[in-house]
C-alpha cells in the first residue's frame, strides 16, 4: 500500500488522538497502568495540547487513504543542532512497512541546522527499541 508523508493540518487533531490513544494501549499494556495511561492521554493530546504542539513543534503525519496512520513530533532543533523525537506513533497494524522509517526522514530533512536526534524510549518498550 502507498502512503504519504506532510505536515500535519489543523484537521488531524482527532485522527492524532485516535492513533496515540491506539497506539498507547497496545504498547504499554503491562507496562503502564491503563489508569495512568488514561490521565496522560487525556493530558497530553486534548485540543489546546494539540494546538500548541503544532505551534511549537514539527508535526509529520503519515497518511494512507486519505487517512492519517501514524505521527512523528520533533522539537526545533537547539543551538547545537539537537531535535527531540516527543512522539512517534502508528497504528499497530501499519508497523513494518516503512512509515516509520520514512516519518523519520521527513524529520531530518525538513529540520533545519539538526545534526542529533534525541529519543527516549521507555526500557519494557520492546518495538519502540
Known amino acids: 500500500m502507498s502512503f504519504i508523508i506532510r505536515d500535519m493540518a489543523d484537521k488531524d487533531y482527532k485522527s492524532i488522538q485516535d492513533v496515540a490513544l491506539e497506539s498507547w494501549r497496545v504498547t504499554y499494556e503491562g507496562i503502564i497502568p491503563q489508569k495512568i495511561q488514561d490521565h496522560f492521554l487525556q493530558v497530553a493530546y486534548r485540543d489546546e495540547m494539540m494546538e500548541k504542539r503544532m505551534h511549537s513543534s514539527h508535526i509529520f503525519v503519515a497518511e494512507m487513504a486519505n487517512e492519517v496512520v501514524g505521527f512523528a513530533d520533533f522539537s526545533p ?41 534525541v529519543v527516549d524510549v521507555e526500557k519494557e518498550n520492546i518495538v519502540g527499541k
Open 77 to 117: 532543533a537547539d543551538e547545537g543542532g539537537r531535535s527531540e523525537l516527543r512522539a512517534f506513533y502508528l497504528y499497530p497494524q501499519q508497523q513494518g512497512i516503512g512509515i516509520g522509517s520514512a516519518l523519520l526522514r521527513k524529520g531530518i530533512e525538513e529540520l533545519e541546522d539538526i545534526k542529533e536526534i
